[in-house]
């Protein structure tokens, strides 16, 4: 049973209240201090992230998880409500001595779309390299729903990189 007044920890997943008013990119606070989170609004402008993954990643995993978050977040907006006006992409980096985990939630299939789970597909077919590049820079990735076994609630794709 769990003690009254406390609540259970936030996970990456968690999806959070957007604060009213508050210009995006915007970032997350976290109590540990190897966790860092940005959110970013529905426009497909990465120059934002990649500062910010700079500044919060030691510099010689600075550009490996550049690309990722980048094309997470990329993905996201393309496949996804986070896409359209108002959407938002989360982006939370775990940073450990040997790996970064990088976790990019959408806010869930448009309506009327075919949900679209992540898959690798072809690679010629695919106008930007996506997965692909993810699963070539990363040691490992998976995804799942928010709301488990939903599909199609928000959608949370986790990526590890070796942290050099």
């Known amino acids: 049973m ?3 007044g406390t609540t259970a920890p936030k996970t990456d997943a968690d999806p959070e ?20 989170g940005i959110v970013l609004g529905h426009e497909r402008d990465y120059t934002a992230l990649a500062k910010w993954v700079r500044a919060m990643t030691p510099q010689r995993a600075a550009k490996p998880v550049s690309l990722v ?25 775990d940073v450990n001595p040997f790996l970064i985990t990088i976790a990019v939630t959408d806010r869930g299939p448009r309506p009327d779309s075919v949900i679209p789970y992540p898959r690798l597909g072809d690679p010629r077919l695919a106008p930007l390299p996506g997965l692909h590049l993810v699963d070539q820079i990363a040691v490992y990735w998976e995804w799942d729903w928010v709301i488990p076994g939903a599909g199609s609630g928000p959608l949370t794709i986790r990526a590890k990189v070796e942290n050099p």
């Open 2 to 4: 769990k003690p009254i």
């Open 17 to 36: 209240p957007e604060p009213a008013g508050v210009p995006y990119p915007h970032r997350i606070a976290f109590s540990e201090p190897h966790r860092h």
């Open 69 to 93: 978050a980048e094309a997470l977040a990329s993905n996201a907006h393309q496949h996804t409500l986070s896409g359209d006006p108002g959407g938002t992409v989360r982006v939370v980096l």
